[in-house]
């Protein structure tokens, strides 16, 4: 790609910027693919759709595909691509199933997988085979995937730039260091969710509206339901270690009920760099759609004279037990991360469902992870097979518990 044009061609060919950089949004209908939407909205000089991609949700779809023209739509449920098939424009590329979302990630420069949960492991994979630049969302595809996606990424011309808003405060740090040798620790930051001053006892009444109810941050329910209990932080160290190589004694969690310091790198010197911002996920979209230049348009841009305190903690391992569960998943390695986020994901999918406690998803986790078999995972299948015995378990534990 040459440099960015600032010169356009329209109204009506929006996002067809000369120059600009294609696009693909797959999940474009959830939380963070409806804010990328607007991201790219907002800098039609610099970003262009090229594919669009969701699973169920056709009307959105529908509607977002009026507005951008992409050359390519994907849409995973083959009765939603009927629905859509018969409003789409003329020429359009229609792309249907798992092999369709995997079709579209291999369109554009920049592919943005937002995909919920290890769904979006096969969109990471075909992004990153194809070479793309992979603005990524979906943290499970490193937690359950990432020694395999290691493996891939050594043997193509592909790079990731995270979108997680930790995880990009990192990446964001670690531009002013030469090396990982330099980095002493990296420190994770969590607001402690909506439940952070609860006691063991509070947990226990937990409803599903409370839990989805977090204080700083617009999300998903699936993802949020992990912000309130803490299993995002785990989620997330996993993460960075598969993202930055860094050993997992030399990462930690800080509770910052402020959500405005993202993520912070300690240096080998004593120097600590933080990302600063108001809680927007628009500006580590951007970022990573961007990159390595930065956006024009602020997002999350702060107040300092209404910035009054800025405090932090540590988390309550024995009363948020998912953040433990998945640290030890994590440095146990191999099958365990994969089946720590199926259960994880079955879980939280009975909690939304209305079928057990709050207090019942680290339960299942817990107990799943213990029947790991400790497979070592050395393909795409491996990881597979690891997951749907995860997902097993977990089942069997729900079914004993109704």
């Not at 044009?5 to 910027?17: H, Q, Y």
């Not at 790079?159 to 002493?184: F, K, M, N, W």
């Not at 078999?373 to 749907?388: F, H, K």
């Amino acid at each position: 790609m040459g440099k960015d044009s600032t010169v356009t061609v329209g109204a009506a060919a929006a996002g067809k910027a000369i120059g600009a950089k294609g696009i693909a949004v797959i999940g474009s209908t959830g939380s963070i693919g409806r804010q990328a939407v607007e991201v790219v909205k907002d800098n039609m000089d610099r970003f262009r759709i090229v594919a669009l991609a969701a699973n169920r949700d056709w009307e959105t779809l529908a509607v977002q595909v009026k507005e951008f023209r992409p050359e390519v739509v994907a849409v995973g449920d083959p009765d939603a691509a009927k629905r859509l098939a018969a409003v789409l424009p003329k020429g359009t590329d229609l792309q249907v199933g798992s092999a369709g979302l995997c079709a579209a990630a291999g369109t554009g420069d920049v592919v943005l997988n937002c995909v919920v949960g290890f769904a979006g492991l096969e969109v990471t994979i075909a992004a990153l085979k194809a070479g793309k630049r992979l603005a990524l969302a979906n943290k499970e595809s490193l937690v359950a995937g990432g020694e395999v996606v290691g493996r891939i990424m050594g043997s193509t011309a592909c790079e990731i730039v995270p979108v997680d808003s930790e995880h990009c405060a990192i990446h964001q740090c670690l531009r002013s260091s030469t090396g990982g040798s330099e980095v002493a620790r990296l420190i994770i930051t969590s607001s402690g969710g909506p439940f952070r001053e609860f006691t063991s006892e509070r947990l226990a009444g937990i409803t599903v509206d409370q839990a989805l109810h977090h204080p700083n941050w617009v999300m998903g329910p699936k993802i949020t339901v992990d912000s309130s209990t803490l299993m995002n932080k785990g989620l997330e160290v996993i993460e960075a270690h598969m993202l930055f190589g860094t050993p997992y004694p030399r990462i930690e969690v800080v509770i910052h009920p402020q959500s405005i310091v993202h993520s912070m790198v300690e240096f080998t010197d004593g120097a600590t760099l933080a990302q600063l911002s108001s809680p927007d996920m628009m500006l580590p979209i951007g970022y990573a759609l961007g990159y390595p230049s930065r956006l024009g348009v602020a997002y999350g841009g702060i107040d300092w004279a209404a910035l009054k305190k800025l405090e932090f903690d540590q988390p309550d391992r024995q009363v948020f037990k998912c953040l433990a569960i998945a640290e030890e998943a994590g440095r146990r390695g191999g099958a365990y991360p994969a089946w720590m986020n199926a259960a994880n994901e079955i879980a939280v999918e009975a909690f939304l469902a209305g079928r057990i406690g709050w207090l019942d998803i680290a339960r299942i986790v817990e107990d799943t992870v213990a029947a790991c078999d400790g497979a070592d995972l050395g393909s795409v299948e491996d990881v597979v097979d690891a997951d749907r015995k995860g997902r097993f378990v977990a089942r069997k534990l729900l079914e004993e518990m109704a």
